[in-house]
């Protein structure tokens, strides 16, 4: 089984809430990631939990605040977002850091108003 | 500085027609090159990889070849379907690079009935 499951498929939020997205992986993988990806571009590394610790913050506003609970699961937490944070928002996972293949969720659409 | 160029889309084709889709990388070190796909309203699927040169990868009938000398990883199949309509994406990943995937800029595939 190579799932990753991400819930909500689709997130409508204000600028003033509070929301999370949530992630999961069965496959005893070691490595979760966060990407956004906007219309028509790749997507874009946000963060790396390694051993649910995290090992990659690529400098993304602390309006988005991840979170690994255990090895199975991944959160991104959302407050006061702008516009211009609406994205497909993807997870990831893979065995362990380093050229290892990683399986994508489905995506988070997610629209800020 | 690593990177990963791919061919500037849209590619349209026939259905039963050739298809091929070039990449070529920059790399310091040894990557691991991919091919992911995304379907419409969907994440990325990974299609097929290879992790050392010559090495083949194959999968749902198309292939692409690590190619060391010419630094390139092209798509190939040689009979599209409707169904393969999608953003394809290569990418590299290096051991050394802490599992930060390097993606091209993507490549859209349209498949005329």
């Known amino acids: 089984d190579t799932e990753v499951t991400q819930t909500p498929k689709h997130l409508v939020m204000g600028m003033t809430n509070k929301k999370s997205l949530k992630c999961e992986q069965h496959m005893g993988h070691r490595a979760m990631y966060w990407y956004k990806q906007k219309a028509k571009k790749p997507p874009e590394l946000m963060f790396v939990y390694s051993y649910e610790k995290l090992s990659i913050n690529e400098s993304v506003p602390s309006r988005f605040s991840p979170e690994c609970p255990n090895s199975s699961l991944l959160n991104l937490h959302l407050h006061a977002l702008q516009p211009e944070d609406s994205a497909l928002y993807l997870c990831?996972?893979?065995?362990?850091?380093?050229?290892?293949?990683?399986?994508f969720g489905p995506g988070t659409r997610l629209l800020v108003l | 500085g690593n990177s990963v160029t791919q061919m500037e889309g849209p590619v349209t084709l026939s259905e039963e027609a050739f298809l091929t889709i070039n990449c070529t990388y920059t790399?310091?070190?040894?990557?691991?090159l991919f091919w992911y796909v995304q379907y419409p309203g969907e994440g990325l699927q990974l299609l097929l990889k290879?992790?050392?040169?010559?090495d083949k990868g194959s999968n749902k009938g198309f292939e692409a070849t690590y190619r060391k000398e010419t630094t390139s990883f092209h798509l190939e199949k040689g009979s599209v379907q409707v169904s393969d309509s999608a953003v394809y994406f290569c990418a590299l990943d290096l051991y050394s690079s802490a599992s930060k995937i390097i993606f091209g800029s993507g490549t859209r595939l349209s498949i005329r009935p």
């Open positions: 990831a996972s893979s065995q362990g850091q380093g050229a290892e293949t990683q399986y």
């Open positions: 790399a310091t070190g040894y990557p691991s």
């Open positions: 290879a992790t050392k040169a010559d």
